[in-house]
T-cell receptor, first 114, second 111 residues
């Protein structure tokens, strides 16, 4: 069964360092989402891509976060510099179409900033 | 704008008892509604979804949910809880081009 692949699964980094996460969506899925999930809360959308274009990044802290999906396939989310408050689970998801279809999630990357 | 409210951040039931997890949504257009389950340190797995048509939808692991437009609700139920149902459950709404999640409900199952 096709899956959304994310790496790494776990990442520990020091405050002020740079960190990057990678996501490979299910083949053929045009929409890709990055969510941040703080422990005990629901996922919050950081950025949404339709193919290689950003559809929504209104909640992305652009002073330190960046995301790209250059060829409309896999995607990278970067944080520079990392802050203690960035400790969270970062989830990638993909779906066939932008509207009204369910998203399939990867296993997530658990980030701990020390 | 759209939003999701899950009533009760923690729900505890005994094994074999009815499970009821509550979800209310707000949306300016007809929504598509989803329930996801998350186990510790894992991603989210789709339990069931409502798009159009029948308002009672059945999902995996014996769960079902009923869409009630008049009440703007999409509550999740299971007749008999199993220990393996202990997890975090998230209700989500897509009323356009964004998938928005509720805060989640942690289900605990007592032996």
């Amino acid at each position: 069964e096709a899956e959304v692949a994310q790496s790494p699964r776990y990442k520990i980094t020091e405050k002020s360092q740079a960190v990057a996460f990678w996501c490979d969506p299910i083949s053929g899925h045009a929409t890709l989402y990055w969510y941040r999930q703080i422990l005990g809360q629901g996922p919050e959308l950081l950025v949404q891509f339709q193919d290689e274009s950003v559809v929504d990044d209104s909640q992305l802290p652009k002073d330190r976060f960046s995301a790209e999906r250059l060829k409309g396939v896999d995607s990278t989310l970067k944080i520079q510099p990392a802050e203690l408050g960035d400790s969270a689970m970062y989830l990638c998801a993909s779906s066939l179409y932008e509207r009204y279809t369910e998203a399939f999630f990867g296993q997530g990357t658990r980030l701990t900033v020390v | 704008a759209q939003s999701v409210t899950q009533l009760g951040s923690h729900v505890s039931v005994s094994e074999g008892a009815l499970v009821l997890l509550r979800c209310n949504y707000s949306s300016s257009v007809p929504p598509y509604l989803f329930w996801y389950v998350q186990y510790p340190n894992q991603g989210l797995q789709l339990l069931l979804k409502y798009t159009t048509g029948a308002t009672l939808v059945k999902g995996i692991n014996g769960f079902e949910a009923e869409f009630k437009k008049s009440e703007t609700s999409f509550h999740l139920t299971k007749p008999s809880a199993h220990m393996s149902d202990a997890a975090e459950y998230f209700c989500a709404v897509n009323a356009g081009n964004m998938l928005t999640f509720g805060g989640g409900t942690r289900l605990m199952v007592k032996p």
